[in-house]
């Protein structure tokens, strides 16, 4: 749920509640208000009336004229009365029959002890009230239209509001979720009116720029901390190469400084890995060109057949021509690193080597993964604790696959390996 | 033979010197681009070792200097910065060879012997060695006048060992040497053993003598 939704919702009912509560409160002040006006008219109406009658007082008939004037006129009653305590007055509310409406109609009365000519009389006033039902219906009538139009303006105004008001916020949304800390530069700040997002905006950007400085600084260490470790290892190797020249070792003792050179020449290409990686992340590798692939793959298959030979590992191939732009350097590291995985990790058998339809697919059999495939192209994942292995090839090759957008996968089927490249992108 | 080590790791800069020395080659020192451009002024050399970073200064500095006074050694240039556009730059400024540290000392023999035979004989470049004989330029390699049909590892194993011939050569140096860039899967040397097989078996159908010596444990020499 939308946070203006919630706070929408919020406001919605409350109004409701309002609105709802008012239903009453005014009709009940409507009523009171109404009441007092008409017992207000009835008292001016009764004073008024006896003020007249007695300048009627001459006449000899009065009370039959009274009695006449009581069947004419609706809305008064003037009948004789036995009680004798004049000037006590009652307000009541009744219902009569309306013979204008053809309904029951709710009437106003004020009865009033008078003394006219002597006699005792009650003088009866009535006025006709607004019927309670006409006004609950108006009153409700009246409100329904106020929700109506308050909920449908709140969401109306909500619709527009979330669209212009939260603009600015959603625009920094996206640039975060489209935010790559190797890829993106800095993030843009959209400037808005609004204290809160150009708050968070400049929170935000600070924040992308900090963490892109960081990693940079992280890159450059591991590129400076790699071409450090160069010189050292060099010299190490120089030394060790001088040591062989020694006449007359045991055998016991060159087969130490063989191992010593193994162990040199792993960390040196360990290094250069890392290297490598630290520079395909910074991008120096730069320049492209057309590329035919199959011609390459040829060329580099050949050259490790030997060595697969001599492992008993045969190589088969399939190869249409493709043509891709790219740079060349870094094509020819992720068909070698795919090719001398596929030999390393064969025991003996079959190496296939497909190119078709933009993708290539290297098969080779053996046996079923015991680490988690998804953890295949992290960098110092080794499935063999073979020596010589840096644990850095597929990295790279997951590496050069992200830079140019191809697409790689790896799936085990029929005993076989099969790791595929999608030039065009698809895995 | 006149060689110049530019190099300002002192402790390289021996290990050089004193393997290129057994060589027989003269060799002198210089560890900053200061002492080098004395040198390099005074003397003529026939191959400068040149490492890039240096102290005081870029080592193509050097190298632009040479070509403007169009000195005719050869040079090898080394670095740490194994870079494409180091690599590219150094080759457009004229400079003959690579060479990316680490290396192995037999390597930096085999390329500093390559570059001096190319200088120095141009054309008819040619190792003789006994009766074995190898036309560079051709990639000929005949015993006794009778050719010998070598496969390309074959003979690259070859001119490696005769570059260091009486010295021993390490297994891991000949295997890095014969796959260049792709020395990843070098865990088991049988490619190697099964090339090295087929050369001495190549050279003694031909009539050599068998001058390939295994040094359990470590390598081969090439010796007498």
Same mark, same amino acid.
């Given at each position: 749920?939308?946070?203006?939704?919630?706070?929408?919702?919020?406001?919605?009912?409350?109004?409701?509640?309002?609105?709802?509560?008012?239903?009453?409160?005014?009709?009940?002040? /409507?009523?009171?208000?109404?009441?007092?006006?008409?017992?207000?008219?009835?008292?001016?109406?009764?004073?008024?009336?006896?003020?007249?009658?007695?300048?009627?007082?001459?006449?000899?008939?009065?009370?039959?004229?009274?009695?006449?004037?009581?069947?004419?006129?609706?809305?008064?009653?003037?009948?004789?009365?036995?009680?004798?305590?004049?000037?006590?007055?009652?307000?009541?509310?009744?219902?009569?029959?309306?013979?204008?409406?053809?309904?029951?109609?709710?009437?106003?009365?004020?009865?009033?002890?008078?003394?006219?000519?002597?006699?005792?009389?009650?003088?009866?006033?009535?006025?006709?009230?607004?019927?309670?039902?006409? /006004?609950?219906?108006?009153?409700?009538?009246?409100?329904?239209?106020?929700?109506?139009?308050?909920?449908?303006?709140?969401?109306?105004?909500?619709?527009?509001?979330?669209?212009?008001?939260?603009?600015?916020?959603?625009?920094?949304?996206?640039?975060?979720?489209?935010?790559?800390?190797?890829?993106?530069?800095?993030?843009?700040?959209?400037?808005?009116?609004?204290?809160?997002?150009?708050?968070?905006?400049?929170?935000?950007?600070?924040?992308?720029?900090?963490?892109?400085?960081?990693?940079?600084?992280?890159?450059?260490?591991?590129?400076?901390?790699?071409?450090?470790?160069?010189?050292? /290892?060099?010299?190490?190797?120089?030394?060790?190469?001088?040591?062989?020249?020694?006449?007359?070792?045991?055998?016991?003792?060159?087969?130490?400084?063989?191992?010593?050179?193994?162990?040199?020449?792993?960390?040196?290409?360990?290094?250069?890995?890392?290297?490598?990686?630290?520079?395909?992340?910074?991008?120096?590798?730069?320049?492209?060109?057309?590329?035919?692939?199959?011609?390459?793959?040829?060329?580099? /298959?050949?050259?490790?057949?030997?060595?697969?030979?001599?492992?008993?590992?045969?190589?088969?191939?399939?190869?249409?021509?493709?043509?891709?732009?790219?740079?060349?350097?870094?094509?020819?590291?992720?068909?070698?690193?795919?090719?001398?995985?596929?030999?390393?990790?064969?025991?003996?058998?079959?190496?296939?080597?497909?190119?078709?339809?933009?993708?290539?697919?290297?098969?080779?059999?053996?046996?079923?993964?015991?680490?988690?495939?998804?953890?295949?192209?992290?960098?110092?994942?080794?499935?063999?604790?073979?020596?010589?292995?840096?644990?850095?090839?597929?990295?790279?090759?997951?590496?050069?696959?992200?830079?140019?957008?191809?697409?790689?996968?790896?799936?085990?089927?029929?005993?076989?390996?099969?790791?595929?490249?999608?030039?065009?992108?698809?895995? | 033979?006149?060689?110049?080590?530019?190099?300002?790791?002192?402790?390289?800069?021996?290990?050089?010197?004193?393997?290129?020395?057994?060589?027989?080659?003269?060799?002198?020192?210089?560890?900053?681009?200061?002492?080098?451009?004395?040198?390099?002024?005074?003397?003529?050399?026939?191959?400068?070792?040149?490492?890039?970073?240096?102290?005081?200064?870029?080592?193509?500095?050097?190298?632009?200097?040479?070509?403007?006074?169009?000195?005719?050694?050869?040079?090898?240039?080394? @670095?740490?910065?194994?870079?494409?556009?180091?690599?590219?730059?150094?080759?457009?400024?004229?400079?003959?060879?690579?060479?990316?540290?680490?290396?192995?000392?037999?390597?930096?023999?085999?390329?500093?012997?390559?570059?001096?035979?190319?200088?120095?004989?141009?054309?008819?470049?040619?190792?003789?060695?006994?009766?074995?004989?190898?036309?560079?330029?051709?990639?000929?390699?005949?015993?006794?006048?009778?050719?010998?049909?070598?496969?390309?590892?074959?003979?690259?194993?070859?001119?490696?060992?005769?570059?260091?011939?009486?010295?021993?050569?390490?297994?891991?140096?000949?295997?890095?040497?014969?796959?260049?860039?792709?020395?990843?899967?070098?865990?088991?040397?049988?490619?190697?053993?099964?090339?090295?097989?087929?050369?001495?078996?190549?050279?003694?159908?031909?009539?050599?003598?068998?001058?390939?010596?295994?040094?359990?444990?470590?390598?081969?020499?090439?010796? @007498?």
């Amino acid at each position: 749920m939308r946070l203006l939704q919630v706070s929408l919702r919020s406001s919605l009912l409350y109004s409701l509640v309002i609105v709802l509560i008012s239903i009453p409160v005014s009709l009940l002040s /409507l009523h009171k208000i109404l009441n007092d006006e008409v017992d207000e008219l009835l008292a001016a109406h009764t004073a008024e009336f006896l003020k007249h009658i007695k300048t009627f007082d001459y006449l000899e008939d009065l009370e039959t004229d009274l009695e006449v004037f009581d069947q004419l006129a609706y809305d008064i009653d003037i009948r004789p009365s036995d009680d004798q305590d004049t000037g006590a007055s009652r307000y009541e509310t009744i219902s009569s029959y309306d013979s204008v409406a053809h309904e029951r109609r709710p009437f106003r009365e004020l009865s009033s002890q008078v003394i006219i000519k002597g006699k005792p009389y009650v003088l009866t006033l009535r006025m006709s009230l607004v019927d309670n039902d006409e /006004l609950i219906y108006a009153i409700g009538l009246v409100q329904f239209a106020l929700i109506v139009l308050l909920a449908g303006g709140l969401l109306l105004l909500n619709r527009s509001l979330s669209k212009k008001l939260w603009e600015p916020f959603y625009k920094t949304l996206s640039q975060l979720k489209a935010y790559q800390v190797d890829k993106s530069g800095t993030i843009a700040v959209v400037k808005t009116n609004i204290i809160e997002f150009n708050d968070l905006n400049q929170t935000v950007s600070h924040l992308a720029d900090r963490n892109r400085k960081v990693f940079l600084h992280q890159k450059e260490f591991i590129e400076n901390a790699s071409h450090e470790l160069q010189t050292p /290892l060099a010299i190490f190797q120089a030394k060790l190469d001088l040591l062989m020249q020694k006449p007359g070792m045991s055998e016991a003792e060159a087969a130490l400084i063989t191992d010593l050179e193994a162990t040199a020449q792993r960390m040196a290409r360990l290094n250069k890995n890392l290297l490598l990686l630290s520079k395909i992340d910074n991008e120096q590798f730069t320049g492209k060109e057309e590329v035919e692939v199959s011609k390459l793959a040829d060329d580099l /298959l050949s050259n490790i057949t030997f060595t697969a030979d001599a492992e008993n590992v045969s190589i088969t191939r399939t190869l249409e021509p493709l043509r891709i732009n790219a740079n060349k350097a870094l094509i020819e590291i992720l068909l070698t690193n795919l090719f001398h995985n596929a030999v390393r990790h064969t025991p003996e058998g079959n190496v296939q080597v497909q190119l078709h339809d933009h993708t290539l697919t290297v098969t080779n059999h053996g046996k079923p993964l015991t680490m988690d495939p998804g953890k295949m192209f992290d960098r110092f994942t080794k499935e063999s604790p073979k020596s010589s292995s840096t644990g850095l090839g597929l990295a790279i090759v997951k590496r050069i696959c992200d830079t140019y957008g191809y697409g790689l996968s790896y799936r085990y089927e029929n005993g076989c390996h099969v790791f595929s490249v999608g030039f065009n992108g698809v895995a | 033979m006149k060689i110049l080590i530019i190099e300002d790791e002192k402790d390289l800069q021996n290990s050089m010197l004193q393997f290129l020395r057994q060589e027989s080659y003269i060799c002198e020192v210089a560890s900053s681009e200061e002492e080098a451009d004395e040198k390099i002024m005074l003397y003529d050399y026939d191959c400068i070792l040149l490492d890039i970073n240096l102290p005081d200064g870029s080592g193509l500095n050097i190298l632009k200097k040479l070509k403007e006074v169009n000195k005719p050694e050869g040079i090898i240039i080394i @670095t740490a910065r194994d870079s494409l556009d180091d690599r590219v730059e150094g080759l457009n400024l004229g400079a003959d060879d690579y060479l990316t540290k680490p290396f192995h000392l037999s390597e930096l023999n085999a390329r500093v012997s390559a570059v001096i035979r190319r200088k120095q004989f141009g054309g008819s470049n040619k190792i003789k060695f006994h009766e074995i004989a190898v036309d560079l330029p051709g990639k000929l390699v005949t015993v006794n006048d009778r050719v010998v049909e070598l496969t390309r590892k074959e003979y690259d194993l070859l001119i490696f060992l005769l570059a260091n011939k009486n010295r021993v050569v390490s297994k891991n140096a000949i295997a890095e040497h014969l796959s260049g860039d792709h020395a990843e899967m070098l865990d088991k040397f049988d490619f190697l053993y099964s090339h090295m097989k087929n050369l001495k078996r190549k050279l003694a159908e031909a009539g050599s003598e068998d001058y390939i010596k295994t040094i359990y444990g470590l390598g081969y020499k090439f010796s @007498t």
